[in-house]
């Protein structure tokens, strides 16, 4: 296990966290949500950056407060807020890694920073939001770290970069020792990556499935009234009123495929599951 | 914390046009009043400015986020932050010194050793203090809201030293100045070696409120939620 919460409460105002999460070697496990949801304060709570109220927090086995400088190396983060001082160039920032993590690799970090378009000799205020996007991932994976905690890696970069990133993110989990916790809201990102998808909404995790169930498994009911009248509920674990009835999301597609044929059933996706499962739909 | 102290230096050499101004400015200053120990003192107070630059720097555009998110915990970050800061007063110190030493040279005038050493030290123990005052201040509050603390911390303070100079003056009507004076002519009198263990207490109480200011940056990063 190389990550673990459990029951994490934190309170904002109105806005209560409470989250248990788990994140196991050898496996991309996925955190959606709609923004606000608890995503961030997740993140944070982990790397110790806020104090959850209660609950339980487990990284390499150690609570936040045994955490050391050394455990912290074998960390690789990336958070949509956090950015290295803007003042200071790509090439600045080898010699402060180098000193920093043991396993600093400066062969692959100039190899990232030339493969993926990163100049070195520019301040990095000048650099496009992509660049900057870039260079956090490239710094979070050029350390050898043995979790990664990735924060909305993706944003700001284009489809081609994302599907760069996210080969370099499974080239990182060949190694079996390995894991991953990533938020993202481009869900194509998390299906094809995650082994498994937590779902965030209002603080609390809604649903925590496997992305094959959630894929194969998961789909989403669009019937009339009439026939929302009509159907067996007892699958249907949210809904969402439209112009035409009812949209309803099921975590037994196969159970409406059968015994009600003539609804319309769509494949779940993670988006899918985001719409349906955040604030505003009726569980 | 050596990483950390690596960032502070490169932010500092990215300031370089700073630098340039600074040394040029004081040049100026010093060639045109002959008087080198202004100079040698303006160059303290700019150098040493620059680590409440790298606090501003750090804390700018979601920094302390990503420099806790990297093996540095918070105890690491104050403790690389005052190494900093004494390192930075040394070193502008020095320079000052080098400065001046140089420019008597160039100019062919002696070096006003007594005065020079005595300006270097009165405005690096001056800085110190205000360093002390203001790291802190701006670890809790954040670089802006933390110098307006500052500045109402100088208000309270000099607010209170009036205060007690006419109260000590004007309704317990001490001689304050005279006893003063008194003190002053009695100094000399005990010849150069008293100099440099007036040097030397000033530095252990300088070294002594670094410690204190420290200790409290340390409680005050330990509570804070990033």
């Not at chain 1, 169930?213 to 439209?242: N, R």
């Not at chain 2, 502070?8 to 060639?31: E, G, N, R, T």
Request: net charge negative.
């Amino acid at each position: 296990m190389l990550l673990k919460l459990e029951n994490v409460k934190k309170q904002y105002g109105t806005f209560t966290l409470d989250c248990s999460i788990e994140v196991k070697k050898g496996q991309v496990t996925g955190l959606v949500g709609s923004n606000g949801a608890g995503k961030s304060t997740t993140f944070k709570s982990v790397l110790g950056l806020v104090f959850p109220d209660s609950g339980k927090i487990e990284l390499f086995g150690k609570t936040p407060d045994e955490i050391t400088d050394e455990d912290k190396e074998k960390l690789g983060v990336v958070l949509t807020e956090a950015n290295a001082c803007e003042v200071l160039r790509a090439k600045d920032l080898a010699p402060i890694m180098k000193a920093m993590y043991k396993h600093f690799s400066l062969e692959d970090y100039l190899n990232k920073c030339k493969k993926y378009g990163i100049p070195l000799d520019k301040p990095i205020k000048e650099f496009s939001t992509g660049m900057k996007a870039k260079l956090k991932v490239i710094l979070a994976l050029t350390h050898d770290a043995k979790l990664l905690i990735l924060d909305e890696p993706t944003a700001g970069l284009d489809v081609t970069m994302r599907n760069e990133l996210i080969d370099m993110l499974r080239e990182y989990m060949e190694n079996e020792e390995c894991g991953i916790l990533i938020s993202s809201h481009i869900s194509t990102d998390l299906e094809g990556l995650c082994d498994d998808i937590y779902m965030i909404s209002d603080g609390k995790i809604v649903i925590h499935e496997d992305t094959d169930v959630l894929l194969s498994e998961y789909g989403v009911l669009k019937v009339t009234k009439e026939q929302y009248d009509e159907i067996d509920k007892q699958y249907i674990i949210s809904q969402k009123e439209e112009k035409f009835g009812y949209l309803c999301f099921t975590n037994q597609k196969a159970f409406y495929q059968e015994n009600y044929p003539n609804i319309a059933i769509e494949k779940g996706s993670i988006d899918d599951l985001i719409i349906m499962m955040s604030k505003g739909g009726h569980h | 914390m050596k990483g950390l102290l690596i960032k502070d230096i490169k932010i500092i050499i990215s300031q370089k046009k700073f630098f340039i101004m600074a040394i040029f400015l004081a040049a100026v200053f010093a060639w045109t009043t002959e008087d080198v120990t202004f100079s040698a003192s303006y160059i303290v107070l700019l150098l040493s400015m620059l680590t409440l630059t790298t606090l501003s720097y750090d804390e700018a555009n979601g920094g302390m986020l990503f420099l806790l998110t990297l093996p540095a915990t918070r105890k690491t970050y104050v403790k690389s932050k005052y190494t900093f800061a004494v390192l930075n007063l040394v070193f502008a110190s020095v320079f000052a010194f080098a400065l001046c030493y140089v420019f008597a040279m160039v100019k062919g005038t002696a070096l006003p050793l007594d005065d020079v050493i005595s300006s270097i030290m009165g405005i690096m123990v001056a800085m110190g203090i205000m360093l002390s005052v203001t790291i802190p201040l701006e670890l809790k509050y954040g670089a802006e809201k933390g110098r307006i603390a500052m500045l109402a911390c100088i208000a309270v303070i000099v607010v209170l030293g009036i205060g007690v100079y006419k109260l000590l003056t004007e309704v317990i009507k001490v001689d304050v100045e005279g006893i003063l004076l008194k003190l002053l002519e009695r100094l000399p009198a005990v010849g150069n070696g008293l100099e440099i263990l007036i040097v030397g207490v000033l530095l252990v109480i300088l070294l002594l409120i670094f410690f204190v200011s420290y200790c409290v940056s340390g409680k005050i990063i330990k509570k804070k939620e990033f």
